[in-house]
């Protein structure tokens, strides 16, 4: 019952004369298939396949291995005209379908591909997918009536659910030798009614049970039945049933089935054991990357994100996103990353016309349940609402099982973005606590001074002589705060004392400001704050820095999933502190900015690099990217500018065009003006002993001061006593008066 295709086969290489074949097989009996093939070339001179290359399928289940049998057919340049031309020989339907998604996942569905399916149930296959690549396949299937149409479309019937060739083989079979058993009994009854006219090799279809030699009489009787069935001939479910002396199939056609551009499965020809006749060349000559319709407009579908997508309000005016969602626009109303990227495709590349539309629901793509359909640009590619999706669209397996990626025009991971505070930074926390009581202490000193030294009392008005002191304590610390920022004031210190406090606070203070505006200019040039963290791992122990990511999102999605323990604690973390989820990216980034420190977002790095480079520069990226992926243009299933596209992305990567368009969107327009220093050395804070010398000067400085000022005291009191001529105990007695008139503020007359 067995149909062989190895005939179909070398005749459809015979007839396009393949110089070029390469042939995967699973099992041996595909390996045996193999080996006729070759002995059948080596036989017949009239034609010869000049490279003919075997693949052995070893584990169809593991990826790995058939990533690499793929990519070992695989053209390598993918700008040349090369034809490959490959030929499945599988075990099952299964392995069938499992080879060709991972043919397609591997973008191996270009024109440049043509596929030989060695397999009488292609038709159970659902190929839709490669409808719209350009690639070829080619298969055959036995003529029947009773075969459903292979070319009706797939999507309304389940190709699974049909009976497979092995099952309409049996029924077959069980046909034949129903007839033979039938055709054996009419043999046995006419022998009984007319012995005579019976040949004695009839005789043998009398078996006794019992009879002693009954192993030859049914061997006699099974090479009868045999002989009848070789015999039989009519239209069975495998198709035209006759056999040949040998018991070989003969008489049986094999349609040629077809699947190109944008077509339905069709009937391109026909073979029997007698002749191979072709009705359709088209697809068997090869055709270009580029051979697609340029006359026809493309949409784009994209979403408003800056800074890759964004509205131009010179010529929109205040367009909303909100209003936007679902209307057309030019390059010209647009701008952005994505926007110049999509430029360069269409206009230079692929030289098509394009236009945008803005996703309707405001969504990149996502399947809330099985039972829901795809949102966002990525339904739009599925219901074939849009020609091409070019946004910040991460490539994910979920994704690309319903729609075709182009190679990654950006790659990306998720990252850590934590707020800095850049005032305070420059100074460690010991240093300004140091310099707020250096502050408070030469304030009162500066008044304790002012109030010994007898030469900081002077008359102001003559009408009305009395002492005064401009000193107060209010004075003194705004003396004290006006040094600091190097600003004068309408008074300053008479007594050496209170110019020896005076001068050792300007030093201090001169010392302390250029040690902190140079240590800050270094936070500025760097762009690279001291952090409380510098890992994930970091992050994950801190006691009191709490982090989240965006809620229902892709990065909420990778720690959900994650077989990593530390990302598994990290969401479990999250979890217990609903105010750490945020519901945007924008939101994530605010709460950032308003924590103080005390408050981590995890987000894509390239949304992380972007938002450092925005006012007002108080957020920075910690550690490395927890994963790797990446950014592509997403097409419908099987599209025709799929292999166009991935040759343009592939191009501008190699000139450099990608990293122009980033530099242009992220570092050219910063407001940072830092990206020239993203890689440099962290810069650290001053701490306490970086600057303790001039500590110690301010230390000594007061001392002597407040030594200086004693001693004019004393001296002053004494140059007193010995003018009014006073004795020993009216020295003290004066000393001990002046003293309290001067630090109470009291006025004297003189």
């Known amino acids: 019952m067995k149909v062989d295709l190895l005939p179909a086969l070398t005749a459809f290489i015979k007839r396009f004369k393949f110089t070029t074949l390469h042939y995967i097989v699973e099992g041996e009996e595909a390996f045996s298939r193999f080996q006729a093939m070759m002995v059948t070339q080596a036989r017949e001179k009239s034609y010869d396949i000049l490279d003919l290359q075997v693949r052995r399928l070893i584990d169809i289940q593991n990826q790995n291995h058939t990533r690499n049998l793929l990519q070992s057919v695989e053209i390598k340049d993918r700008g040349s005209k090369e034809e490959r031309y490959i030929v499945l020989d599988l075990n099952s339907i299964d392995s069938y ?27 159970r296959i659902d190929m839709r ?24 479309d797939p999507a309304t019937t389940d190709r699974l659910s049909l009976p497979s060739f092995e099952k309409k ?64 001939s009519f239209e069975g479910y495998t198709g035209n049933i006759k056999f040949n002396e040998y018991g070989d199939r003969t008489n049986y056609t094999l349609n040629v089935y077809q699947i190109t551009m944008n077509k339905l499965p069709r009937n391109v020809g026909n073979f029997t054991l007698d002749q191979f ?29 800056e800074p890759f997508t964004m509205l131009n309000e010179s010529v929109l005016g205040n367009l909303t996103a909100l209003d936007a969602a679902g209307q057309f626009f030019t390059f010209d109303q647009l701008y952005g990353y994505c926007v110049d990227l999509a430029r360069l495709i269409c206009e230079k590349k692929l030289e098509i016309r394009c236009k945008f539309r803005i996703v309707k629901d405001n969504a990149f793509g996502n399947k809330p349940t099985n039972d829901q359909p795809w949102n966002g640009m990525i339904g739009e590619l599925v219901r074939h609402e849009a020609d091409l999706a070019v946004a910040p669209l991460t490539i994910t397996s979920q994704r690309e099982s319903v729609v075709d990626f182009s190679k990654p025009w950006m790659n990306l991971g998720i990252s850590i973005l934590i707020s800095v505070f850049s005032f305070t930074s420059p100074l460690s926390k010991d240093i300004w606590m140091c310099v707020t009581f250096a ?12 109030r010994f030294s007898p030469y900081e009392w002077s008359i102001e008005d003559e009408t009305t002589p009395q002492l005064s002191n401009k000193f107060s304590i209010l004075n003194t610390l705004f003396f004290a705060l006006a040094a600091f920022m190097q600003q004068g004031v309408d008074f300053i210190p008479r007594s050496i004392s209170g110019r020896m406090v005076a001068s050792v606070w300007w030093y201090f203070s001169m010392i302390l400001v250029s040690s902190y ?43 959900v999933k994650s077989d990593v323990k530390l990302f598994q604690r990290m969401w479990a973390n999250m979890q217990q502190s609903d105010d750490v989820l945020v519901n945007s990216n924008e939101e994530g980034i605010n709460k950032v900015r308003k924590s103080k420190g005390k408050y981590a977002f995890l987000l894509e790095s390239i949304k992380n690099e972007y938002t450092n480079e925005r006012h007002p520069c108080n957020t920075m990226k910690i550690g490395s990217n927890l994963d790797s992926k990446g950014y592509g243009i997403a097409t419908p299933v099987g599209s025709e500018l799929r292999e166009a596209i991935n040759i343009a992305v592939l191009e501008m990567s190699e000139d ?21 220093t993203k890689d440099s050395k962290q810069s650290n804070a001053l701490h306490l002993d970086n600057v303790a010398g001039i500590f110690y000067i301010l230390i000594g400085g007061l001392t002597l001061a407040m030594t200086i000022a004693i001693l004019e005291f004393f001296i002053k009191a004494n140059i007193e006593a010995k003018q009014t001529k006073s004795s020993d105990p009216l020295f003290e007695e004066h000393s001990r008066l002046s003293s309290h008139n001067q630090i109470n503020g009291n006025q004297s007359q003189v």
């Not at 379908?97 to 038709?123: E, V, W």
């Not at 129903?178 to 007319?194: F, G, Q, V, W």
């Not at 055709?287 to 994209?302: C, L, V």
């Open 97 to 123: 379908i499992h080879l060709l998604m991972q043919i397609r996942h591997h973008g191996m569905t270009t024109p440049h591909y043509h596929y030989i399916l060695m397999t009488l149930d292609a038709d």
């Open 129 to 152: 997918f490669f409808r719209y690549g350009g690639v070829n396949v080619t298969y055959f299937l036995p003529k029947s009536a009773y075969r459903m149409d292979p070319t009706i």
């Open 169 to 232: 083989a049996l029924a077959d079979a069980l046909s034949i030798y129903m007839r033979a058993i039938m055709a054996l009994d009419d043999m046995t009854r006419m022998e009984a009614l007319h012995p005579s006219d019976t040949d004695d090799s009839f005789d043998h279809l009398k078996i006794e049970c019992r009879s002693k030699d009954k192993n030859q009489q049914h061997e006699a009787f099974g090479e009868q039945l045999f002989n009848i069935m070789k015999t039989i």
């Open 277 to 305: 006749t072709m009705n359709d060349l088209k697809g068997f000559e090869g055709r270009q990357a580029h051979d697609f319709d340029k006359g026809r407009e493309r949409i784009i579908t994209t979403i408003i994100d």
């Open 439 to 450: 502050y408070i202490g030469v304030s009162v000193i500066l008044f304790l001074v002012s």
């Open 517 to 559: 505006t140079a240590n800050l200019a270094a936070f500025l040039t760097v762009k690279r704050m001291a952090s409380p963290i510098e890992s994930v791992e970091d992050l994950a122990r801190h006691p009191h820095l709490k982090y989240g990511v965006v809620r229902g999102g892709s990065t909420q999605e990778f720690f």
């Open 656 to 676: 450099g065009t990608l990293n122009s368009l980033k530099r242009k969107w992220w570092y050219d327009r910063s407001e940072c003006h830092s990206a020239s």
